[in-house]
């Protein structure tokens, strides 16, 4: 049974930095595309930033370019978004996702099929 955990989240100020960390279990994570999206109070879910299986290949949301950078170690089964320069409207719950070994859908966004529980990040101006 496949299980992502997200962490690192928490509350900062306007300008600051965090790091999110998505550990994943029960799959051979290598294999997988990863992403995280976010979903602020009363928006629906929207793509932040994917990785391929190799972190050879990464896309991005015009609203995080240059400020978030995603980042993955398959020796430790875990993927990270680094997030800096935040803004109050990056205030969210952050979640990671994997994509199935095979197709493009995971470039932009779409297709995930195993998420996490999320983790609240709050940025505070």
């Known amino acids: 049974q496949v299980r992502l955990e997200e962490s690192g989240g928490g509350t900062v100020q306007a300008g600051d930095s965090l790091r999110l960390s998505c550990e994943v279990s029960?799959?051979?994570?290598?294999?997988?595309?990863v992403a995280w999206f976010r979903q602020a109070p009363g928006k629906e879910r929207s793509f932040v930033a994917a990785?391929?299986?190799?972190?050879?290949?990464?896309n991005y949301a015009d609203s995080v370019k240059g400020r978030f950078t995603i980042s993955r170690d398959n020796n430790k089964n875990t993927a990270y978004l680094h997030m800096s320069t935040l803004k109050p409207d990056d205030t969210a719950v952050y979640y990671c996702?994997?994509?199935?070994?095979?197709?493009?859908?995971?470039?932009?966004?779409?297709?995930?099929?195993?998420w996490g529980q999320g983790t609240q990040v709050t940025v505070s101006s």
């Open positions: 990785i391929s299986w190799n972190g050879a290949t990464t």
């Open positions: 029960g799959r051979r994570f290598s294999a997988h595309p």
């Open positions: 996702a994997l994509h199935p070994p095979t197709g493009s859908s995971w470039y932009t966004g779409y297709d995930y099929d195993s």
